[in-house]
Structure formats: structure tokens, C-alpha cells
């Protein structure tokens, strides 16, 4: 009797497991994706600070029977309220701060607190190479349209361009939050392959006299500057595109903190222990939304591609335009910095230091391209701005 009270409970626990239910094979290959991405993460070192959390939020959400994450609560762009406290599992609750928009302009934050903009106050050209950049985001969105993605769906495509993953994610989740799984992954991936995407991009549309340039040193940019500067570009920027304020306001307002001097505190907060916790959670909610069901399918791999065309014409754009600014100044300006004007700070600046180092190696450019890459932050998130008052 007891052996046979034993055996049905041993029975009843193996059907519980994951392994007697997990019949989805979606799940299985997206677990088996997460372990490659995990890999570039820590062995590889691809932007680990969010690829490993995105990867481990992508295992968790396909585990078979681990109900962490449920799609049906988020259905129709609403949030199921009356549902979620009966049903909602640990990410449930994380994807909260996605869903409501907290997690993008808590990133900004940080950023802003970490982020010098004295070379793009001391070099205000340097904003022109910035918006160029954002070339990729307009073409990528075209050519979702003329595939054949809704107008809200291409929009979010076409952010990828931006090559900043927090305002993929902010605008995704807000116009098409079906495919923030994909699209977040696209961002990041190619975040992480700025050095192998653009070098080859700048070398062609520029010439070796033009990558040996030397620029003038920058001047020096006072503290008054630094002040001002983040409190106009708030103002300036809401009234213009009222829908970027979240962003650009949070990325002003960590700045200030950071030049006022007078909430040491608070910058190294913003820097430090809210962008790693908010770090943790955004990865870990983006993660969860790459179910095997819906990640697993033909929009996807035109996501990736539609991705890595953005990004490419975002760089191509910035270079071009410093092409015709090298030009106008009489050989003063070196185009490389233009690549820059992608957001992925300060990755793309280091870049055009490395390209241009190469041709020329008493060559630094390093300060120079830092401009167009905090413009490029600026421009990511007016163009979310514009896309949300266009789309959503």
C-alpha cells in the first residue's frame, strides 16, 4: 500500500517537470539560443552588461512549467489588471517597469550623469554629424513599410538605427510591444559589433588623406557652459518634440547633477547603484519577452536584417555629412568622427579614434568624435520623440 501511494507520487511529480511537459520545441531552441548568447556575453565580452541579463531573461521565460512570464497579461498593449495578481509570475512583475515606460529614462538618467558633453558644447558643428546619423533609423522605416510591416511596427524597426538600446526599447514598448523581444535583441547585438560593422563602412566612403587629418584642439568649455547647457536642451527639445521629454529630460537632468557639483551624492547614485539595478531589470524584462512562439518566426529575421541596415546607413549618413564638413572647413574637419553620431556611446568614438589612428598614428580623435557621439544621444531620442507623435 504505501510502496503504491509512493509510486503515484513519484508519477504525479514526474508530470510536473519540465521534462515531461516540454513538448514546445520553440522552447528548446530559444534555451539553446540563450546559451549561445550567454557565451558571447562572458567569453566573448559583446555588451555584457545587458547581453548576459537579456540571455538569462531569455532562458528563464522559456523553461518549460516555470510560468514566470505570460504573454496574455500584456495582450492588446493594455495590462491585464484584473488578471495579474491570480496569475502574474516574477517577470510579470519586472516587465511592469518596461510596459509603464520607467526603465528607459531611468537608463538616461545614468547616462546623463556619466556623460561629459563639453566637446559637443565646445564644437556645437559636431550636432549636425549627430543628426545625420540617424539616417539609418528613416530608411530602415521605410523599408519596413515597403515589406510590409504596419506603420507602428516599422517605426520600431527603424529605432534600431539609433543604435541606442534603452530608446529601442522605450519606443518598441510603447508603438509595438509584440516584437520588443527581437528588436531589443537586434539593438544590442549590434551595439556590441560597432568595431566590426563600422570600420568598413568608414574606410570606404573615405580616403586615406581624409583619415590622416589632424584636428585642432578643442577650447576649453567653462563650467557655466556645462550648467546651461542641460537646462536649455531640456526646454528647447520638450517644446519641440514634447513626446522626447522622458528621455531627453532624464539624460539633461543626470547631467546636471553631474556638472552642478552640488549633489555628488545623487551623480553617483545615478551612475553607480540605480543604473546597475535598473541594468538588471530592464535585461532581465527584455529577455522575458522572447518566448519561442513569437520569437521564432519569418518577422524576425527581417528584423535582424532591417537592423543591420539602419545601423549601417546610420554610420554611412555621419560620415558623409563629415565628408561635406571636411570639405566646407578646407580640410579641418576628419569625416571619421561623423561615424560617431551613432548613440552607442562611447564605443563609436573609439572607433574613429582607432580608424584614424591607423592611417595617421600621431592622430586623436578621440575627444573630437566624442561630440557627435553624445549628439547622437540627443538625436536617438528626438527621433523616438518624433516617432511616437508620428505612430503611436
Known amino acids: ?62 523553461l518549460p512549467m516555470a ?48 556623460t561629459d558633453f563639453g566637446p559637443l558644447i565646445a564644437n556645437p558643428k559636431s550636432l549636425l554629424m549627430g543628426a545625420a546619423a540617424q539616417l539609418g533609423i528613416f530608411l530602415a522605416l521605410i523599408l519596413a513599410l515597403l515589406v510590409g510591416f504596419a506603420p507602428n511596427i516599422a517605426a520600431s524597426i527603424g529605432i534600431i538605427g539609433g543604435a541606442d538600446g534603452p530608446t529601442a526599447i522605450y519606443v518598441t514598448s510603447k508603438l509595438a510591444p509584440e516584437y520588443l523581444g527581437p528588436i531589443a535583441v537586434a539593438a544590442y547585438t549590434y551595439m556590441a559589433l560597432v568595431p566590426v560593422i563600422q570600420p568598413p563602412i568608414m574606410k570606404l566612403c573615405t580616403t586615406k588623406e581624409e583619415r590622416s587629418i589632424k584636428m585642432e584642439q578643442l577650447r576649453h568649455v567653462s563650467k557655466k557652459e556645462k550648467i546651461i547647457f542641460p537646462i536649455a536642451v531640456t526646454i528647447f527639445v520638450s517644446l519641440l518634440v514634447p513626446a522626447a521629454a522622458p528621455l531627453v529630460g532624464m539624460l539633461m537632468l543626470g547631467n546636471l547633477m553631474r556638472e552642478s557639483g552640488v549633489v555628488d551624492r545623487l551623480s553617483n547614485t545615478a551612475q553607480n547603484e540605480l543604473m546597475n539595478i535598473v541594468t538588471i531589470f530592464l535585461g532581465v524584462s527584455v529577455g522575458a519577452t522572447t518566448q519561442g512562439a513569437t520569437f521564432l518566426s519569418p518577422d524576425t529575421l527581417l528584423i535582424i536584417a532591417l537592423g543591420v541596415i539602419a545601423f549601417g546607413f546610420g554610420t554611412f549618413g555621419g560620415v558623409m555629412l563629415g565628408k561635406l564638413m571636411c ?66
Open 1 to 62: 500500500m504505501i510502496l503504491g501511494n509512493f509510486g503515484e507520487t513519484l508519477v504525479n511529480f514526474v508530470q510536473t517537470t519540465g521534462f515531461f511537459n516540454g513538448t514546445n520545441w520553440q522552447q528548446w531552441v530559444m534555451i539553446g539560443i540563450a546559451c549561445v548568447l550567454l557565451y558571447l556575453a562572458i567569453v566573448k565580452k559583446f555588451e555584457p552588461l545587458l547581453l548576459l541579463p537579456i540571455a538569462f531573461g531569455m532562458l528563464l521565460t522559456n
Open 327 to 392: 570639405k566646407l572647413s578646407g580640410g579641418k574637419i576628419n569625416p571619421l568622427i561623423g561615424s560617431a553620431g551613432v548613440s552607442a556611446v562611447p564605443m563609436a568614438a573609439r572607433v574613429s579614434q582607432k580608424v584614424g589612428q591607423a592611417e595617421n598614428p600621431s592622430n586623436f580623435l578621440l575627444m573630437h568624435a566624442m561630440g557627435p557621439n553624445v549628439a547622437g544621444v540627443i538625436g536617438s531620442a528626438v527621433a523616438a520623440g518624433v516617432l511616437l507623435s508620428l505612430f503611436a
Open 67 to 114: 510560468e514566470m512570464y505570460h504573454t496574455a497579461l500584456f495582450e492588446g498593449g493594455h495590462v491585464d489588471w484584473q488578471n495579474f495578481q491570480s496569475t502574474a509570475g516574477l517577470l510579470d512583475y519586472l516587465y511592469l517597469g518596461v510596459k509603464l515606460g520607467i526603465y528607459p529614462p531611468l537608463i538616461f538618467l545614468g547616462v546623463g550623469a556619466m
